[in-house]
């Protein structure tokens, strides 16, 4: 039997989930609001479509993207560079993500990594970051996988793997000395009638094989100087006909981006330009504000039917020509006069990160972006999005395309099924209905800090007024604002003189005094990243700094002891040769004291749960100074003291106490993304206070990367996650008690 007892493995069979244990996890949220990745339409179906994400795995479609499934079964890593089929079975499917090549031979339902033949699994990198997957269209048992990594601009190795027997081994096929070692292929293109020639585009041009990839010679005669290729696309019809892509630089002049067309197979090129947007923008800044296309798909009968997608903020569309790129036309735009509209996500514009067009129906056309897809069934001249459900109230529904992130699901402590969602990049969305609608709430708050929403806290005596804290999650800013209707509309704190910190406010708390402390008033308490806990005694017009005996700098999480008035905890994270550390406040954080010692082995802690006097800590593993400290879950007693380690893994996130039992708790194991195994292990829970622990995780949830976890103030058998890829889940967990259990 497996047995997971204080954190260590006892091997053999597996264990059942115990009755009350298990939890089949309902998916929850908008629909899209994160990246799209990579799209395949299949030839095997008129409307069976396929979505890879960067950070949310698969998706699959049978209804011409108006509804998804997510199926991650097999999955170590969730981003899905390519996607490719058999040209005669629709159960084969092969998916090329950073740590290598999957397989699904069930339609998609569940897959397999094929390692064999390539470099060894890595536990702080990928061995094999895979930008296309491709048949051979006469054997399809004769796979190619391309090696590197094109929106990052890393992970080049100057390989190419080739599989002939179905993925089940693969070797290198390109000789030494043919591409430089570390050079990145952005794409690779068989010949569809002499598979043994091969084209591959590269950051330094485009190289031509006419022995199935063993040499190659460069073939980028006629291409711009700096030879910065990204896709390629070959005529299906006429395979002389070629079609590249080039990667545009911010203050490159001239321009010397666009589209080139081959007539011979890849030999020599001419530019196809005109009509395409042609900015350089600014030298120095990003070169998602010059003008430059990535993506493209040739017509499947007619070679002079190209479409190309925008990839930058300043060339934000998808074009079509019909004349082999002589001219191009802008085919999709926004607003009064253009032939798509905005669904919820209006933050930002179709800047295109991949598109793919059905073989079967070559009029349909998918585009997905950093945040949604749209889709065309008449060549382009409307388009209808195709990752949420609108409602004609004004809702929205989840289709099953859930591809966000989540800062934290903080469910109303009074209000029955009014649920805040903290999401990354679209910020704060609430649900009325337990999470079956949302309306995105972002009213009132400044651009520069309605990127992300961290934390929640309520008003102890009004249902509608709210506290929560904004900023963005890629530079440390931020501050707190109000709302007094259920977050319709807000209005931020941050008034000069206010003593609001421009950072990040990660924790949030609303402080009610016990009634045995009537003279106390109601307080707000936050840590702002890398300042420390700030106090307010009027609602949040005034703040004042809360860090006496506290490391402030350090500050990494905060919690109330859910039995204990005044008395908080703060969590501190490692520094050099510095431990972790837990402090803990017996008066409303005014003063702190530390409750952990060294050898408590604290690392990185992450988030920190209280109840009774009983304090549980989730840290990650990390270096300190020359000792290494293991991550997992810690537990104290007496409210500090001795700490013990109850479970151990180097990746340990989210924490929760049930609200009526201290014995009983959660943790989630989620990891880094950013090696082969990086899934995380999803939820585990406990009984008895740390003591033995079993998961709660099965192929319902879908992204074991669990960021948090809530019990439901109003249901705590009902628990709320937020994941780091697939939006949030709800389930129950049967562990129901009665009024005379412990509390």
Not at 142 to 155: D, K, L, N, S, W
């Amino acid at each position: 039997m497996r047995l997971l007892r204080m954190g260590v493995l006892w091997a053999g069979a597996a264990l059942p989930l115990l009755a009350g244990e298990s939890v089949a996890w309902n998916n929850v949220g908008p629909g899209g609001g994160g990246w799209i990745q990579s799209m395949l339409a299949s030839r095997h179906g008129d409307d069976l479509f396929y979505v890879g994400c960067d950070v949310g795995g698969f998706y699959r479609s049978d209804d011409g993207g108006r509804s998804y499934v997510i199926r991650n079964t097999g999955f170590e890593d969730y981003f899905i560079e390519s996607l490719a089929e058999h040209p005669a079975d629709p159960k084969i499917l092969y998916a090329g993500c950073k740590g290598g090549v999957y397989k699904s031979a069930d339609g998609g339902l569940t897959w397999r990594w094929l390692r064999e033949g390539f470099p060894p699994a890595q536990e702080y990198a990928f061995s094999a970051m895979v930008s296309k997957v491709v048949l051979d269209p006469q054997n399809p048992e004769t796979v190619y996988a391309a090696i590197g990594q094109p929106r990052e601009g890393r992970g080049g190795q100057g390989a190419i793997y080739r599989s002939e027997n179905g993925g089940a081994s693969w070797r290198q096929i390109v000789q030494a000395g043919q591409l430089a070692p570390d050079l990145l292929i952005t794409d690779l293109a068989i010949h569809p009638q002499d598979v043994r020639r091969l084209l591959i585009a590269t950051p330094k041009g485009v190289f031509a094989s006419a022995d199935a990839g063993a040499t190659w010679t460069l073939s980028s005669e006629g291409l711009p100087p700096h030879r910065r290729t990204l896709r390629l696309a070959q005529s299906p019809s006429d395979p002389r006909i070629v079609y590249v892509s080039l990667k545009g630089e911010a203050g490159e002049t001239p321009w010397q981006a666009g589209v080139y067309r081959s007539g011979d197979g890849g030999r020599t090129w001419q530019p196809r330009v005109n009509g395409l947007r042609q900015a350089t923008g600014k030298a120095g800044t990003s070169d998602m504000l010059c003008a430059w296309v990535s993506e493209l798909a040739v017509h499947p009968q007619n070679p002079d039917i190209v479409y190309a997608g925008g990839a930058t903020w300043w060339d934000a569309t998808v074009y079509k020509t019909t004349d082999g790129g002589s001219n191009w036309k802008r085919a999709f735009e926004f607003g009064v006069k253009g032939n798509a509209r905005h669904a919820w996500i209006d933050m930002w514009g179709p800047s295109v990160t991949c598109l793919t067009l059905a073989p079967r129906q070559p009029d349909t056309l998918y585009f997905g972006t950093s945040g949604y897809i749209y889709k065309t069934v008449d060549g382009g001249a409307t388009w209808q999005q195709r990752y949420t459900q609108e409602r004609s109230d004004g809702l929205i529904s989840g289709s099953g395309l859930e591809v966000t992130c989540l800062h934290a699901v903080i469910p109303h402590p009074r209000v029955k099924g009014r649920v805040f969602f903290g999401f990354y990049d679209i910020g704060l969305l609430v649900s009325e209905d337990g999470g079956a609608s949302f309306r995105r709430r972002m009213q009132g708050m400044p651009k520069e800090y309605d990127n992300s929403c961290f934390t929640v806290t309520f008003a102890p005596d009004d249902d509608a007024r709210v506290w929560a804290g904004f900023g963005q999650w890629g530079s440390n800013r931020g501050l707190i604002a109000e709302s007094r209707d259920n977050g319709a509309t807000w209005t931020p704190l941050n008034k000069a003189g206010s003593g609001m910190p421009d950072a990040r406010p990660r924790w949030l708390i609303s402080h009610v005094p016990l009634k045995d402390n009537p003279a106390q008033k109601h307080r707000l308490l936050y840590v702002a990243e890398g300042k420390g806990v700030f106090g307010s005694n009027d609602d949040g017009v005034t703040w004042a700094v809360c860090n006496a005996g506290l490391p402030g700098a350090r500050v990494s999480c905060l919690v109330r002891d859910a039995d204990r008035d005044n008395v908080f905890y703060a969590g501190v994270s490692s520094k050099g040769s510095e431990p972790g550390a837990v402090f803990r406040s017996d008066d409303r954080c005014e003063t702190w004291r530390q409750v952990s010692a060294p050898d408590a082995r604290l690392a990185e802690v992450r988030q920190l749960a209280a109840k009774g006097g009983r304090v549980y800590a989730t840290t990650r593993g990390a270096r300190v100074g020359q000792t290494y400290f293991s991550g997992g879950v810690f537990r104290c007693d007496g409210g500090g003291g001795a700490w013990r380690q109850v479970y151990t893994n180097r990746y340990c996130e989210a924490l929760a106490v049930d609200p009526r039992d201290a014995d009983r708790v959660y943790a989630s194991l989620h990891d880094h993304p950013y090696h082969d195994r990086s899934t995380g292990g999803g939820v585990i829970a406990s009984g008895d206070g740390g003591a033995t622990w079993r998961p709660l995780t099965d192929e319902s949830l879908t992204c074991k990367g669990v960021t948090w976890i809530a019990p439901d103030p109003l249901e705590p058998e009902r628990l709320w996650l937020g994941t780091a890829g697939n939006a949030a889940f709800t389930g129950v967990t049967g562990n129901k008690r009665s009024e005379n259990q412990k509390r």
